[in-house]
């Protein structure tokens, strides 16, 4: 009698799983005014700024995701980030050097401006209007060690000088794993 119970919450906790990662599931278009081929992830893994203690503010949230561009057969990758302010500590600008460094297990990993192909449709979609976008470079060793990383944080230069740090809501990993896989970025 209870067997069926547990199957059945079993099969939940897998499909619920199944959801957090297919909601980032990875996705690949051919951009009509370029002819390039982008894949992304169909959402941006979102982040929250940690640390946040008042009542009344409204928290920052910042969006990453993986991209990688292929111009017959000439592939680069990089990453976009997208910053929407709520109304407590306000970021400096994130496309300066040094302003914005991903947090992993084996170290602070400081990103790189770059400068994005010109397309006629982004890979992502900006959040909030009023907030920052920006890309850095990237390469499959750097992908490989993000995805890697059980902890993934999100550190960029206050408009202050100090850190704001943004958490993931969900645990990166799963996301992060499957669309190495669906580009052929693993270091098999």
Same mark, same amino acid.
């Given at each position: ?19 957090? !990662? ?19 992830? !169909? ?19 910042? #969006? ?12 680069? #990758? ?12 306000? %970021? ?7 302003? %914005? ?8 990993? %400081?990103?790189?401006?770059? !400068? ?18 920006? #890309? ?41 794993? !499957? ?10």
């Amino acid at each position: 009698m209870h067997a069926p119970r547990f199957l059945i919450l079993v099969l939940a906790a897998g499909l619920g799983a199944c959801a957090s !990662t297919t909601s980032h599931a990875p996705f690949e278009r051919l951009d009509d005014d370029t002819g390039m081929t982008v894949a992304g992830l !169909t959402a941006p893994l979102e982040f929250v700024e940690s640390g946040l203690l008042s009542v009344n503010k409204h928290a920052s949230f910042a #969006y990453l995701g993986p991209v990688e561009w292929d111009r017959m057969g000439e592939i680069t #990758y990089g990453i976009w980030l997208h910053i929407a302010p709520g109304n407590d500590r306000q %970021v400096a600008d994130i496309d300066g050097p040094a302003a %914005v460094a991903l947090v992993l297990d084996d170290g602070e990993l %400081v990103l790189q401006p770059a !400068t994005p192909p010109k397309l006629g449709k982004e890979a992502y979609t900006p959040l909030v209007p009023w907030g920052r976008t920006a #890309y850095f470079q990237a390469t499959a060793p750097m992908l490989r060690r993000i995805g890697a990383s059980s902890g993934l944080l999100v550190r960029c230069r206050g408009a202050d000088g100090a850190a704001v740090d943004f958490k993931p809501d969900q645990n990166s990993k799963p996301v992060l794993t !499957t669309f190495l896989q669906a580009r052929g970025i693993t270091g098999d």
